[in-house]
């Protein structure tokens, strides 16, 4: 670095710690947003005579400028001020750009309508990928990456926006691109180099603006493999299926694997599983120059379980320990800090929000989860890969009705498995309707109330029930709560109505132990209604929801639907809470 540019970096260091300390304390005396203003045209020069230092400049300007433009954006309410500021800000992310990739997604779509923007709505579910993307070219020890989302959520596109970000870095490198799909590969490359060519592209790398009338740009420019004039390789790219044959294909760069089936069917063939692992294996991620340590990214939709990207996560999962990002959602790292798995669900797993509403609603998302098999819900949409035998309450495995039959108990039975806080739980209270069938009895699910609600907030939509239900007979785990009960009886005859018979259990065994002693029960006695009977969206559907989605191979974000459709069977049907009232009378509790 010359003398000059330690200089400007020192005034733009001064600048920086100025107006930081400006808004960072409460006291002493504050500087004029006309005289900030002034201060930050100087930093748009400096920063600007500073750009030749790609990576110092970048730097700065993504942890301290960028953030500091944002502030003023803010709270500065001068138009003539914010309209100076909106244009530095652009400047920025493109200084900005060149060493980060996520500012490179933002710069390249800035004057685009936003209805028209890819990463801006998306922002949430792909930062994570961003970062790891960036990585995979910049870390030299970062060597795989996972990512896995539901279908159009956006796993391809980023990657190839990704490679081409990638040559500005690095115009020298391979990369060697494999898809099941030859149309789709090669849109793939074909894309990466209009990337290049792209306006915003120039603007950010200058060195690496395309020019037409530049004929030695690309030495070679097909959609199957072109070349940089500044490579040192054979090639700069190779887009291949993966049926061809890689050998003589070097990357320098990166390898990445796309979406390996055309649907599910084919991943549910293990034996193309195995032959897609092993080639990956012991051919494609071979495909690296030697000396340097490979790096491949593998995108796609889950399919099945035991598919190619259950089978290479399980591998990495084998040879690293992961654990949660404390800061990208959906995404887990290595212990090491080499790897990196990203899976995106269609609906969050504790909140059952969509994880993207820009791209679809909840009620979207609830209404395709209705209309499809759930294990092939729980793998495509949740990436979770589960076999349909694992989801031991899959609809095709309960026993359903249309309409509930006529019946001599007309009073109806509930349990409740409490919440302690409004959070991850639900709070579970299905009820039954007993019916008579020869001499056994059947038990009709009629209605729910399933929500994330600490039980202390629920006492009186518990007796709203008890009332529109006729609830004459509930059990209560009390695990949890010790008040429920007294609670409920109080408010009962507050509103003038006999209280049904309520008892309290603790509970001492395991739920999924629970789960599993009481599931031939839950299959046999209990009846669900049918799917078109109720809103997805419901506390019948939320429950019915939990049910039929309960893995018995775990990854389940929780259990509450099926625990206490198990306690119900456990207290109620086989008696272990006592005393029971549950034979036909002449009279009903009525209201005094």
């Known amino acids: 670095m010359t003398e000059e540019q330690k ?15 400006n808004f960072k304390y409460s006291y002493g005396k504050k500087i004029s947003f006309d005289e900030v203003f002034e201060m930050m045209n100087d930093l748009y020069v400096l920063f600007n005579n500073f750009e030749q230092n790609t990576q110092e400049c970048g730097e700065l300007v993504v942890k301290r400028y960028i953030p500091l433009l944002d502030l003023l954006i803010a709270i500065d309410k001068n ?4 309209v100076e500021y909106e244009k530095h800000l652009k400047n920025a992310y493109k200084l900005g750009a060149r060493v980060s990739l996520e ?14 923007k890819f990463f801006e709505p998306r922002y949430n579910i792909l930062v994570g990928y961003m970062h790891y993307l960036q990585e995979l070219e910049c870390n030299p020890n970062f060597t795989t990456l996972i990512f896995n989302a539901p279908s159009g959520y956006g796993k391809t596109y980023p990657k190839k926006v990704s490679e081409a970000w990638s040559f500005g870095i690095n115009n020298t490198g391979a990369i060697l691109a494999l898809c099941s799909n030859d149309d789709v590969v090669k849109s793939g490359s074909r894309s990466v180099i209009d990337e290049i060519k792209s306006e915003q592209f120039g603007e950010v790398f200058p060195n690496m603006k395309w020019n037409e009338n530049d004929k030695d740009f690309f030495l070679k420019e097909t959609d199957e493999k072109w070349k940089l004039k ?18 003589g294909s070097r990357a320098s760069k990166s390898i990445h694997i796309d979406d390996l089936y055309p649907d599910y069917k084919e991943a549910m063939n293990q034996a193309l599983n195995k032959y897609y692992y092993n080639k990956s294996i012991t051919v494609w991620e071979k495909r690296f120059v030697q000396n340097k340590k490979p790096k491949v990214c593998i995108t796609g939709t889950l399919w099945a379980s035991g598919d190619y990207i259950d089978l290479k996560i399980q591998q990495l999962k084998k040879e690293h320990k992961f654990f949660k990002h404390p800061k990208y959602p959906y995404t887990y790292i290595s212990e090491d800090k080499s790897c990196a798995i990203i899976q995106v669900p269609a ?5 059952g929000e969509s994880t993207c509403p820009e791209l679809k609603s909840t009620s979207e998302l609830l209404k395709e989860k209705a209309n499809m098999e759930e294990y092939l819900w ?6 979770k890969p589960t076999n349909p035998e694992s989801l031991i309450f899959s609809y095709d495995k309960l026993r359903t009705y249309s309409t509930v039959p006529e019946s001599d108990y007309k009073g109806t039975y509930a349990v409740i498995d409490a919440t302690r806080k409004t959070g991850k739980d639900f709070f579970a209270m299905p009820i039954f309707r007993k019916v008579a069938n020869d001499n056994l009895f059947d038990y009709y699910l009629i209605d729910a109330l399933f929500t994330r609600t600490a039980t202390k907030d629920m006492y009186n939509d518990i007796v709203d029930k008890i009332i529109e239900n006729n609830i004459v007979f509930m059990v209560i785990e009390s695990n949890v709560t010790s008040e429920l009960k007294s609670n409920v009886e109080r408010i009962c005859m507050e509103r003038g109505i006999v209280p049904p018979e309520i008892i309290e259990k603790y509970n001492v065994e395991n739920k999924s132990a629970r789960i599993t002693n ?23 559907g939320k429950f019915m929801g939990n049910l039929t989605t309960y893995n018995s191979d775990g990854q389940n974000a929780n259990d509450d639907a099926p625990d206490s ?14 005393p029971q009232v549950a034979e036909p009378v002449p009279f009903i509790r009525e209201l005094l």
């Open 347 to 351: 609906l969050d797993y504790e909140t």
């Open 565 to 578: 459709a198990a306690l119900f069977c456990s207290e109620i049907i086989e008696e272990n809470s006592q």
């Open 378 to 383: 729980e793998t495509n949409f949740q990436q």
């Open 518 to 540: 009481e599931m031939h029960l839950v299959k046999k006695v209990l009846i669900f209604p049918d799917k078109t009977m109720y809103g997805v969206n419901t506390d019948i």
């Open 79 to 82: 138009y003539n001020h914010l």
């Open 7 to 21: 200089q400007i970096k020192s005034a733009i260091l001064s600048i920086l710690d100025i107006l930081q300390n």
């Open 230 to 247: 500044t490579c040192k390789l054979p090639y700069s790219y190779y887009a291949k299926t993966t049926q061809a044959n890689v050998v």
């Open 103 to 116: 500012h490179y997604m933002v710069y390249r779509e800035w004057n685009e309508p936003e209805k028209e």
